[in-house]
């Protein structure tokens, strides 16, 4: 999801696909994200083991910055969603 | 020179039934979890295609039956009962998924929620197939369907390694995930041999009056539509596996599927992919909507054609606006379609055996194919793919479970 987000955004922001698209397809991307948080919370024993619960809080700070992406691409403001991508949690595994 | 322009308009509108939602879902979730090494399965479910195609169409030029009319002949209702409900069933899935994907198409363009594209769809559908010949579906959706060679252009333009896209065509095993693996290769075939296809080709046969003559345009066709068609499918895989595999996007949705055209076509990318998207699930749903019409009008007798005025065939024309409107019904609740899409060609696999045990009996009774009996490679192949097909069935919905 982390990857694909940054792609969609990518591309937005190299100029080479409309607004109306790349909010489209973050928010389909944020549904998906919500069903993994979802399937997540349902799951006791998992949220209880150390990975799972790492899995979590990741699905839970992805699904916030996707939002925050959509908003910025909706006010067409390409500086934040520069920052916001920046935080991306693949980006700060990748540091 | 007419049975001439009958082939070339045959063998270029064959990408109309081949390219649709199933074979673009399951190529492109192939390409980019596996790269080129799912290429295999593609050849072979065009091959069984090819093949199932061109003895539906010699049933239908040596008997004039189409393949619907034929079994509920030989084996009578209370036989065909099963197979008919398990295809309608099918189909109605099939055409729900079909009309979701037109649909998303739009909302690729317009940022508005497909359930709201799914209606308009619907009528337009319901108006083309209602004011059109047989002709005017088949070859026009056909040659609209060109626009699907994008995804060809899409892989050329990428360049990809001629050696890896060769070893793509022998079975390997996967070096990850084997369970997906078997299931995206199942899903492929069940994507590919849709069992509305055979009907649908056997009624088009007869529509247009082939006679035994011109068979060999029937069979011309057969191979050659299938083999254009899956270079389209082929270009869809090789698309995703070169740009989605390295950015390890597995595709989830069409709105995702989209960017596998943005490194190829740029500022193109979206509209090229929406376009071929629409194109592909509108010529695909005409095709399963007239196909059930057809059907049930086959099994109870109801006189069917497109190409007689409607009011001549009420029962065939309210079966399928009838289906239609089901499907659309279906489709405005909001099931994803990319899912749907999955389960159906997962569905086809497990009905697969059903459909192709008395397609092998018809093929050797000389009541209907006369001197045209099946050889006994075309036997072979037949109880191979009704076996294959139970096998397969055996194993699908562990794999829907476990690796869907």
Redesign the interface.
């Known amino acids: 999801m982390s ?2 987000t ?3 955004l990518s ?1 937005w922001l190299a ?4 607004g ?2 790349t ?3 973050l928010e ?2 944020l549904a ?1 994200i919500e069903e993994n948080r979802t399937a997540l919370a349902n799951n006791a024993a998992l949220l209880v083991d150390p990975r799972g619960a790492r899995l979590a809080d990741a699905a839970d700070h992805l699904s916030r910055l996707v939002a925050l992406l959509i908003a910025d691409v909706r006010a067409a403001n390409a500086e934040a969603a520069r920052n916001h991508l920046a935080a991306l949690p693949l980006d700060r595994e990748r540091r | 020179m007419s049975a001439l322009l009958d082939l070339l308009l045959g063998i270029v509108t064959g990408i109309g039934g081949f390219v649709e939602v199933g074979s673009i879902s399951t190529s492109a979730q192939a390409g980019a979890e596996f790269g080129f090494q799912l290429l295999w399965a593609v050849a072979v479910a065009a091959a069984m295609l090819a093949l199932l195609t061109e003895m539906s169409g010699r049933l239908a030029v040596m008997s004039k039956r189409t393949i619907a009319a034929a079994v509920r002949e030989r084996f009578g209702i209370h036989f065909q009962a099963v197979p008919l409900c398990a295809e309608l069933v099918l189909d109605l899935l099939l055409l729900t998924a079909e009309l979701g994907g037109a649909a998303i198409a739009v909302k690729l363009l317009t940022g508005i929620g497909f359930q709201w594209w799914v209606l308009p769809t619907g009528l337009l559908l319901w108006t083309t197939l209602w004011f059109s010949r047989f002709s005017i579906v088949e070859y026009g959706i056909g040659l609209l369907g060109l626009v699907t060679l994008s995804f060809v252009l899409a892989a050329w333009r990428l360049g990809p390694d001629t050696g890896d896209v060769a070893r793509g065509f022998i079975p390997s095993l996967p070096s990850h995930d084997g369970v997906r693996y078997a299931f995206l290769a199942i899903s492929i075939v069940g994507a590919t041999v849709s069992p509305y296809l055979l009907n649908f080709y056997s009624s088009g046969t007869i529509e247009e009056d082939v006679t035994p003559d011109e068979r060999w345009v029937n069979t011309a066709t057969a191979y050659g539509g299938d083999v254009f068609g899956s270079v389209v499918s082929m270009g869809v895989l090789v698309t995703a596996a070169m740009v989605m595999q390295p950015l390890q996007i597995k595709i989830d949705s069409y709105e995702q599927a989209a960017l596998m055209f943005v490194p190829a076509f740029g500022r193109w990318a979206v509209g090229l992919f929406a376009a071929s998207l629409a194109i592909g699930c509108v010529g695909a749903a005409l095709e399963i909507s007239l196909n059930m019409g057809y059907m049930l009008s086959q099994i109870f007798g109801w006189s069917w054609s497109a190409n007689k005025p409607r009011v001549e065939n009420a029962r065939f024309s309210c079966a399928f606006s009838f289906v239609l409107i089901a499907a659309s019904a279906l489709a405005v609740l909001g099931f994803d379609p990319l899912r749907l899409t999955m389960i159906s060609v997962a569905l086809t696999v497990v009905v697969m055996p059903l459909m192709v045990l008395p397609f092998l009996v018809l093929m050797n009774d000389t009541q209907f194919v006369k001197d045209q009996r099946n050889t006994v490679v075309g036997n072979a192949v037949l109880a191979a793919l009704t076996v294959l097909g139970a096998l397969m069935a055996l194993v699908v919905i562990p794999l829907e479970i476990l690796g869907g």
């Not at chain 1, 100029?15 to 409309?18: A, I, Q």
């Open positions: 990857s694909s940054r792609a969609i591309a100029g080479v696909t409309s109306t698209y909010a489209t397809a389909k991307t998906l």
